[in-house]
């Protein structure tokens, strides 16, 4: 009975997205993306590390012209939660909250 589950796309559907305020605590060579040690991003809620980097990436692209350095040291970098355990890029992150990034020393 397929078409019970029909769905009529002219009915305007309400959908609303919902964004956290996350502050990054910059370490090390990551210093370099602020000059105020700390960047603050809006990211949807209940998003994972790997959304942040994603949008670590674009930051820089728009900040720094798409420096291939920084975005180097997004991607090979660490990640601490508040709690300050180190966390992969699968965590959840569910409210707003400090994370740190916490880049390779000495070329990882």
Same mark, same amino acid.
């Given at each position: 009975m397929i078409s019970q589950y029909k769905i009529e796309l002219n009915k305007a559907v309400d959908l609303k997205i919902y964004f956290m305020k996350i502050k990054i605590e910059l370490y090390g060579a990551s210093k370099d993306f602020s000059p105020e040690n700390i960047i603050e991003l809006d990211l949807k809620s209940n998003s994972h590390? *790997?959304?942040?980097?994603n949008e670590l990436i674009k930051f820089i692209d728009k900040r720094h012209n798409g420096n291939k350095n920084f975005h180097q040291i997004v991607k090979s970098s660490a990640f601490c939660s508040e709690d300050n355990?180190?966390?992969?890029?699968?965590?959840?992150?569910?409210?707003?909250? *400090?994370i740190a990034i916490i880049p390779p020393i000495a070329g990882g």
């Open positions: 590390i *790997k959304d942040l980097r355990n180190i966390v992969h890029d699968d965590y959840l992150i569910s409210k707003e909250q *400090k």
